[in-house]
């Protein structure tokens, strides 16, 4: 299972920090990604974290503001998000897989778990 949290209303140029913690899996054997989606769009890949070694995958529009780190010994994966704009509003959504392959690892279906979502609001 997982449970993401974190998410809030914030001015554009804030930070925010959201949470995804994982249970029932070993966390060093899990990728895990997060996604968005805004209204009336489809879900959409932000970033991710190959299981094992750890390293870090984003899309084009979270290079250089958006951080992914992971604990696992709390099986807890860490989207540090800086310089919000007005855009990055929308439900964000972490998933995982023991089975995700790097080639893929943007896609939606390379994950079988999510979490629930937690809302981020970037408005003046």
């Given at each position: 299972?997982?449970?993401a949290?974190?998410?809030?209303?914030?001015?554009?140029?804030?930070?925010?920090?959201?949470?995804?913690?994982?249970?029932?899996?070993?966390?060093?054997?899990?990728?895990?990604?997060?996604?968005?989606?805004?209204?009336?769009?489809?879900?959409?890949?932000?970033?991710?974290?190959?299981?094992?070694?750890?390293?870090?995958?984003?899309?084009?529009?979270?290079?250089?503001?958006f951080?992914?780190?992971?604990?696992?010994?709390?099986?807890?994966?860490?989207?540090q998000?800086?310089?919000?704009?007005?855009?990055?509003?929308?439900?964000?959504?972490?998933?995982g897989?023991?089975?995700?392959i790097?080639?893929?690892?943007?896609?939606?279906?390379?994950?079988?778990?999510?979490?629930?979502?937690?809302?981020?609001?970037?408005?003046?």
């Amino acid at each position: 299972q997982l449970q993401a949290s974190g998410g809030g209303l914030v001015q554009p140029g804030d930070s925010l920090t959201l949470s995804c913690a994982a249970s029932g899996v070993t966390s060093s054997d899990y990728s895990m990604g997060w996604f968005r989606q805004a209204p009336g769009k489809e879900r959409e890949f932000v970033g991710a974290s190959w299981r094992n070694s750890g390293t870090t995958y984003y899309a084009e529009s979270a290079k250089g503001r958006f951080t992914i780190s992971r604990d696992n010994a709390k099986s807890t994966m860490y989207l540090q998000m800086n310089s919000l704009k007005p855009e990055d509003a929308a439900v964000y959504y972490c998933a995982g897989s023991l089975s995700a392959i790097i080639s893929t690892i943007r896609r939606t279906s390379s994950y079988g778990d999510w979490g629930q979502g937690t809302q981020v609001t970037v408005s003046s």
